[in-house]
């Protein structure tokens, strides 16, 4: 049971990027996922969120520029990130949870299987 994230990259200020979670072993239809992101020095902090019906959470402070997605055909979720700015690099990572609930304000605790994190770097 792994989860795998990937996607990360380099990318100018106002860039964009989809990072991509995928799973191996398990089927995420019946999960809710969410993406984490950590910068250094820093806590976990919870970005998005989807319930395995397609309820969606987002932070305040990726609203309107994050977008979060799951194609249960392809047993992946997604984040689509535009207009990212400086203070969004960080490693990124996946979870997912069997309670739908945890996506509102997510908790990483609540958060049964992990994915490695991918690094989003944001520079000119």
């Known amino acids: 049971v792994q989860l795998q994230a990937s996607g990360g990259g380099l990318v100018q200020p106002g860039g964009s990027l989809r990072l991509s979670c995928a799973s191996s072993?398990?089927?995420?239809?019946?999960?809710?996922v969410a993406w984490f992101r950590q910068a250094p020095g820093k806590g976990r902090q919870g970005v998005a969120a989807?319930?395995?019906?397609?309820?969606?959470w987002s932070a305040d402070s990726v609203k309107g520029r994050f977008t979060i997605s799951r194609d249960n055909a392809k047993n992946e979720v997604y984040l689509q990130m535009s207009n990212l700015k400086p203070e969004d690099p960080a490693v990124y990572s996946c979870?997912?949870?069997?309670?739908?609930?945890?996506?509102?304000?997510?908790?990483?605790?609540?958060?049964?299987?992990w994915g490695q994190g991918t690094q989003v770097t944001v520079s000119s």
């Open positions: 989807i319930s395995s019906d397609g309820r969606i």
């Open positions: 979870a997912a949870s069997y309670y739908d609930g945890s996506i509102f304000y997510p908790n990483p605790g609540e958060f049964s299987h």
């Open positions: 072993g398990f089927s995420l239809r019946a999960w809710a």
